[in-house]
C-alpha cells in the first residue's frame, strides 16, 4: 500500500484571540497560494490516490480541499479526528484497516509533530526516528500492512518548495 503523508500548508499565527479553539485556525493567504502550486506539482508528478482522508482541523481541511481540488477528488476526502494534532495512533491504525483496507493509495492530510511520529512508527517501530516534514510538505511511504509498529519503508519526503518546483 502507497500512503502519503501531506503537512498543512502555513496557517495564521497562533492566537487566542482571534482563535480561541486552535481547531478553527485556518491557513494563511499565503498557505493557501503556496499550497496551491504544490499540488500542481503533485498532479505533474503523476501522483494517484485511491482516497484522502484529513485532520478535521480547519487548516488541514483546507490544505485537504485544495489538493481534492486540483485532482477533482471532492468526492473521495474523508474526515478523520485521528489525524487531529491529539489523535491516537492506535485509533487511526484501527481505522485504516476497516475503512481503507482496499485502497492501494491513500493521502492523509494532518499535523505535526503527530505525522513524523507515523512516519517513525512505520519504518522503525518507534518514535525514536528523527523526521521533519515541513508545512505543506509531502512523504510517501510503502506499507506491507496497517499495523501499529514497523510495517513500511520510507521511499521519499519532500520539502513544499520541491512540490513547488515540479509545478
Not at 37 to 42: F, I, N, S, V
Request: charged content about 25%; proline content about 3%; hydrophobic content about 40%.
Amino acid at each position: 500500500m502507497e500512503i502519503f503523508l501531506l503537512r498543512h500548508a502555513i496557517a495564521e499565527e497562533r492566537d487566542s484571540q482571534i482563535y480561541p479553539n486552535d481547531a478553527h485556525r485556518p491557513l494563511a493567504k499565503k498557505g493557501i497560494q503556496k499550497m496551491q502550486e504544490a499540488a500542481r506539482g503533485m498532479k505533474h508528478m503523476k501522483l494517484r490516490f485511491d482516497r484522502m482522508v484529513s485532520s478535521p482541523f480547519a487548516r488541514a481541511k483546507q490544505t485537504a480541499e485544495i489538493v481534492a481540488a486540483v485532482f477533482r477528488m471532492q468526492k473521495k476526502l474523508n474526515y478523520s479526528k485521528h489525524l487531529a494534532c491529539d489523535g491516537s495512533s492506535k485509533d487511526l491504525v484501527q481505522e485504516l484497516k476497516s475503512k481503507y483496507k482496499r485502497h492501494g493509495s491513500l493521502l492523509l492530510v494532518g499535523h505535526e509533530p503527530y505525522l513524523s511520529e507515523l512516519i517513525s512508527l512505520w519504518v522503525s517501530g518507534d518514535g525514536g526516528l528523527s523526521v521533519t516534514l515541513k508545512k505543506g510538505g509531502l512523504c510517501k511511504l510503502t506499507l506491507s500492512a496497517y499495523r501499529h509498529g514497523q510495517c513500511g519503508d520510507l521511499e521519499w519526503l519532500l520539502s513544499p518548495k520541491h512540490l513547488r518546483l515540479m509545478a
